[in-house]
């Protein structure tokens, strides 16, 4: 399974992160410093055509960065 997307928007002062792939698919997320970022992990999934990295700079998120990693990284 590939990711498609990668879509970033506003909600009532929250930017909302949203990824996108032809089906829903298992995840963990956690933080890590060093630096500061929020990691998700999808199952599974390969990143697809989507841009390594999306800026946003809106004051709470900088970069969008979508990577494979294989597993024991």
């Known amino acids: ?11 009532a002062g929250t930017t909302v992160v949203g990824l996108y792939g032809p089906a829903a698919a298992a995840f963990e ?3 890590q410093e060093q630096p ?4 998700v992990d999808l199952e599974g999934v ?4 989507v841009a ?3 800026a946003v700079y809106d004051g709470t998120v ?5 990577a494979a990693v ?4």
């Open 36 to 39: 500061a970022r929020i990691v």
């Open 70 to 73: 294989e597993a024991g990284e």
């Open 52 to 54: 390594a990295t999306t």
């Open 46 to 49: 390969a990143p697809g055509a």
């Open 29 to 31: 997320d956690f933080r």
């Open 62 to 66: 900088e970069e969008i960065s979508v």
């Open 1 to 11: 399974m590939e990711l498609s997307e990668v879509r970033v928007s506003q909600d």
